[in-house]
């Protein structure tokens, strides 16, 4: 495609690839000098051009070997020169953005699964880029938007008419997702994350509630009426806001008669549509909030709501959520992705009153990031999990007896041990189990690698490691 095609420009310049990543640049490719938080492009314009760029975008006035196009907004050309080359795709899509701290990725594979009951849905998100049997590789919860704007193309040429996809404030913040209009946004929850970005609560819910500006019209936000940082995104909706909450009756929809059990969940639902049973194999209290956003966001689309109901009853687990791992030695094993203190509180307030021994619990911590949110989430469990083992998630360029030492630092109780090794922990942690014990394994669930260094690192994922070691001490 030709660069004057994409841009406003008058070279005639044939391009084949565009990215803001020198590494990534091929030959006849198009590099945009994006200044980002740790890295500035422009010093890495001699790279790309090793690499093949025919053609610079930068903010700059600058000269270099290669012809070079002066933007005002770098980021912004780049997202709208993507659109094109990708065939404005995205425009042809309905796309249900999910965002908040808690709950994207079970609200985004709920509508994923409700959706194709209907028609044609994507899903992009924490388990990864897929429809049916098309798969692509996402190294992040929201991908960079070189993958975003290919991924929407490949959508779209699947005949997909939806698009389910986790937005994550990052992205948002720093305009990743520009050119990018959503049909549906909506808000889960806002606790504490990502501040090591962000810095204050405050500029998070901004960064979340960009989302919401980019509705498009005729598009409807939907908000968690029972959050505190509900009016940040009630403000930035300029279309149609709903909201749904776990009791209030000021919402437009909430919830009564809740009725948990394992792997079961009752609830009536109330407020604009009336009063309807619902009934879903996925269980726990934080999943009648996520049930009740798919109901809001398949009424708009028209969906009839009786059916809607029918198909919630045919949901299938959420991947990396509650995952159960039966064993015949009298106890279980449970991963689940949950690495907050707010998720884990919802995930304990569901399984406690089910679990009839002990809960073990393996979390690890996390480097560059915020380190209060793994303290916070130490102190919790040393206060609910009977014992726990204390291990790494992903250390990055972090040293791990450093961070797992500031971890521990906030524990209420001294019932825990540190293994540095993730798959150790989760061998000691199912080999000293007992009859009807709970083994959960926080944090990775199906990731496949740890950050340690700054590269990826191989390793078995979490429900892997501890199948392995569950069929050792069957075999014995």
């Known amino acids: ?66 012809p070079t196009i002066k933007v005002d907004d770098s980021q912004y050309a780049y997202s709208s020169a993507l659109k094109k080359f990708y065939h404005n795709s995205v425009d042809e899509l309905k796309i249900v953005s999910v965002t908040g701290t808690d709950g994207k990725t079970t609200v ?6 409700l959706l194709n009951m209907y028609s044609k849905c994507g899903y992009i998100g924490t388990n990864g880029i897929k429809f049916n049997d098309f798969t692509m590789d996402n190294e992040h919860t929201t991908p960079m938007p070189d993958v975003l704007f290919k991924a929407m193309d490949e959508f779209n040429k699947l005949d997909c008419e939806y698009v389910s996809i986790e937005s994550s404030s990052e ?23 990502h501040l090591d970005y962000h810095k204050t609560m405050e500029n998070y819910a901004i960064a979340k509630a960009m989302s ?13 009426y029972d959050d505190p940082y509900k009016k940040y995104f009630i403000e930035r909706c300029k279309e149609k806001c709903l909201s749904y909450s776990l009791n209030n009756k000021e919402a437009d929809i909430y919830a009564s008669n809740i009725k948990i059990e394992f792997n ?44 809607i109901i ?46 009839k021994g002990r809960i073990l619990a393996v979390y690890g911590a996390a480097g560059s990031r915020d380190t209060q949110r793994m303290m916070d989430v130490a102190e919790y469990l040393t206060q609910d999990a009977d014992y726990c083992y204390f291990t790494i998630e992903d ?36 080999t000293n189990a007992k009859e009807n014990d709970l083994v959960v394994i926080l944090g990775k669930g199906f990731e496949k690698y740890q950050v340690t260094q700054g590269k ?19 075999n014995r």
């Open 1 to 66: 495609m030709k660069i004057k095609e994409l841009l406003n420009t008058n070279l005639d310049i044939e391009v084949t690839n565009l990215n803001d990543d020198s590494r990534a640049i091929k030959e006849d490719g198009a590099f945009f000098c994006i200044k980002g938080v740790h890295s500035d492009g422009n010093d890495f314009v001699e790279k790309a051009i090793s690499n093949g760029a025919k053609v610079i975008i930068t903010e700059k006035d600058v000269n270099y070997s290669v």
């Open 108 to 113: 985004s594979e709920i509508l994923y699964q």
């Open 171 to 193: 992205r948002l913040a720093t305009h990743k997702m520009d050119c990018i209009d959503f049909s549906v946004s909506i808000f889960t929850n806002l606790t504490r994350d």
């Open 212 to 224: 919401f500006e980019k509705l498009k019209e005729g598009g409807l936000g939907i908000v968690n």
């Open 264 to 307: 079961h969940l009752e609830f009536d639902i109330n407020g604009i549509y009336g009063r309807h049973h619902i009934t879903t194999n996925i269980s726990g209290e934080y999943n009648v909030l996520n049930i009740m956003c798919a109901i809001l966001t398949l009424k708009h689309f028209g969906y009839d709501l009786h059916s």
């Open 310 to 355: 029918d198909n919630i009853a045919l949901l299938e687990p959420i991947e990396a959520r509650q995952l159960l791992i039966e064993s015949k030695l009298g106890f279980n094993v449970m991963v689940d992705y949950g690495h907050t203190r707010n998720a884990i509180y919802n995930l304990f307030k569901y399984i406690k009153p089910l679990v």
């Open 395 to 430: 250390a990055r360029y972090d040293d791990p007896e450093y961070l797992i030492k500031k971890m521990c630092s906030n524990a209420a109780n001294n019932n825990y041990e540190i293994e540095i090794d993730r798959d150790k922990a989760i061998r000691k942690a199912i």
């Open 456 to 474: 990826l690192v191989e390793r078995p994922n979490d429900v892997e490691s501890a199948k392995m070691v569950l069929q050792e001490l069957e």
